[in-house]
């Protein structure tokens, strides 16, 4: 089964950061919005793996929509949609 989650990217000084607000604790850094959102593609795997590890009983937040995690945030850049396959569906 796959999941549409909402990405946030966000600008600090020196970098920008994506997460999830959906999915805690997934979130990466970069020196430009490329490197950051492609390195929270790499995040979210090893989020995954993590997950796949766990006792069978856990499954992945259900997402909510794009326009209820933005209306819960502030401060961003840009959002965009990521597909996420749940690791224990797809087995």
């Not at 990217?9 to 970098?15: G, L, P």
């Not at 995040?43 to 326009?67: N, T």
């Amino acid at each position: 089964m796959a999941y549409q989650y909402t990405a946030i990217i966000r600008k600090s000084d020196t970098e920008y950061w994506v997460d999830c607000p959906d999915l805690p604790g997934c979130i990466a850094s970069g020196k430009t919005d490329e490197e950051a959102k492609k390195n929270f593609a790499d995040a979210i795997h090893f989020h995954l793996v993590g997950v796949k590890d766990q006792e069978k009983g856990y499954a992945l937040p259900v997402p909510r929509s794009r326009k209820q995690v933005l209306a819960e945030e502030d401060d961003y850049l840009e959002a965009y949609m990521v597909t996420v396959d749940d690791p224990l569906m797809t087995q």
